[in-house]
Structure formats: structure tokens, C-alpha cells
């Protein structure tokens, strides 16, 4: 079985200061991952994926993540957040048999 | 190059009325292909998705029906829209686990 559990429903920053959005996940099989952006009334876009090759992953937009296995985790940061980062954002496992699955999201508000 | 194509963009129906979403990808073949819905306020879910031509698997028991007539092809119906029925639409496919999903640009559906 697999799961994914964004910490944040919320998250709000100041454009210019750093973004942190943290994803834990539960997998039986090693799980590629993926961070997907989606603005309003839009499809989703992927910003970035882990898939067992270099644990620190950079994305489009100036997002990275850092693929941790001991602590099962796959936060997404951004050293400076711009007002077009407002947006939602879905941390994504997927396991050997193609199916995904989806957190929550977080919604990132960027206030100037 | 890989496209998909989600249409119609927005859709307003009566109770009861029927419905029917396609979904088209080209430059690919035998993708696997999903339809997921996002409520308001809520996550993704899973709805549909689809390994082959005629094989459709259902995540959600609910009055909606999936077809894939064609290998790039794959429909979204109903016979009677529910007020519930209401959300975003979102078509996605997919070739393997490792390269995650390509998201269709979505249908925002508005039952009344």
C-alpha cells in the first residue's frame, strides 16, 4: 500500500522569501515521486520528479526537492517565492503498477 | 511530440441531463489513461483509468461510465447528471510510472 500526506493545507509567504512544502510518503516499493502545480481552473502541471537517481531534484520555476528515504520524505522548496508561484500544489507517489496517488494539496498565497 | 486534448473547457448542465467528456492524445501509443475529478475543496480522485482499448477500471462506484473506443481516445459519461456530479474534470495519461502523468487542461462542470 501507498500513501502521501501533505502537512500543510496552507501556506503562506512574502514574495521574495523562501517556500517550503513538505509531502511524507509510504510506499512497500521504492516509489518515484512527483510534484505537480495547478493554478486556478487550470490542469496540473509537474514542476519536478524523483524516479531513484539523484535524491536532490530541480525543477521547473526554481523549485527543488529533496528525496530523504529515512525520513520518507519529498519537501518542495523554493529560495525565493515570486506572486506567480500562487498557486495549488499536489505531492505525488506512484508505485510499480502505475497507479498514483494524490495528497491533499497545499495552497501557496504569495503576498507582496 | 505528446499532446492532450480535454474538451469542452466548460460545461453547464440540468439535473438529469446527460453527459459525455473526451479526451484525445496524440504522439503516443497505448498510453494509460485517467480521468480524475476535484471537487471544490478537495483533493483529486480517481475516477477511471484505462491500460488498453475496452479496459476500463472503475476506482469510485457512482452514475458515471468511462469508454476508450480508440487507443487515444477515452469518454466520460453519464446517462443522468447529479447536482453532486458538479467539479473539475481532469483527463491525464501516462506511458510508465518513472515519467508520472500529462495532465489534460481540464473541464469545469456546473450541474443545475
Known amino acids: 500500500a501507498q500513501s502521501v500526506t501533505q502537512l500543510d493545507s496552507h501556506v503562506s509567504v512574502s514574495e521574495g522569501t523562501p517556500v517550503l512544502l513538505r509531502c511524507n510518503y509510504s510506499?512497500?516499493?521504492?516509489?518515484?515521486l512527483f510534484w505537480y502545480v495547478q493554478h486556478p481552473n487550470k490542469g496540473l502541471q509537474l514542476l519536478l520528479k524523483?524516479?531513484?537517481?539523484?535524491?536532490l531534484v530541480k525543477g521547473i520555476n526554481g523549485f527543488e526537492a529533496e528525496f530523504k528515504k529515512s525520513e520518507t520524505s519529498f519537501h518542495l522548496t523554493k529560495p525565493s517565492a515570486h506572486m506567480s508561484d500562487a498557486a495549488e500544489y499536489f505531492c505525488?507517489?506512484?508505485?510499480?503498477?502505475?497507479?498514483?496517488?494524490f495528497g491533499a494539496g497545499t495552497q501557496v498565497v504569495v503576498t507582496p | 511530440s505528446q499532446t492532450i486534448h480535454q474538451w469542452p473547457a466548460t460545461l453547464v448542465q440540468p439535473v438529469g441531463s446527460p453527459l459525455s467528456l473526451e479526451c484525445t492524445v496524440e504522439?503516443?501509443?497505448?498510453?494509460?489513461l485517467y480521468w480524475y475529478r476535484q471537487a471544490a475543496g478537495r483533493g483529486l480522485q480517481l475516477l477511471f483509468y484505462?491500460?488498453?482499448?475496452?479496459?476500463i477500471s472503475s476506482e469510485v462506484p457512482q452514475n458515471l461510465s468511462a469508454s476508450r473506443p480508440q487507443d487515444r481516445q477515452f469518454i466520460l459519461s453519464s446517462k443522468k447528471l447529479l447536482l453532486s456530479d458538479s467539479g473539475f474534470y481532469l483527463c491525464?495519461?501516462?506511458?510508465?510510472?518513472?515519467?508520472?502523468?500529462?495532465f489534460g487542461s481540464g473541464t469545469r462542470l456546473t450541474v443545475v
Open positions: 505525488v507517489v506512484s508505485n510499480s503498477w502505475g497507479k498514483f496517488q
Open positions: 510506499s512497500s516499493y521504492s516509489p518515484s
Open positions: 504522439g503516443t501509443s497505448n498510453p494509460n
Open positions: 524523483y524516479t531513484s537517481a539523484a535524491t
Open positions: 491525464a495519461w501516462s506511458v510508465t510510472d518513472l515519467y508520472g502523468y500529462t
Open positions: 484505462s491500460v488498453g482499448i475496452g479496459q
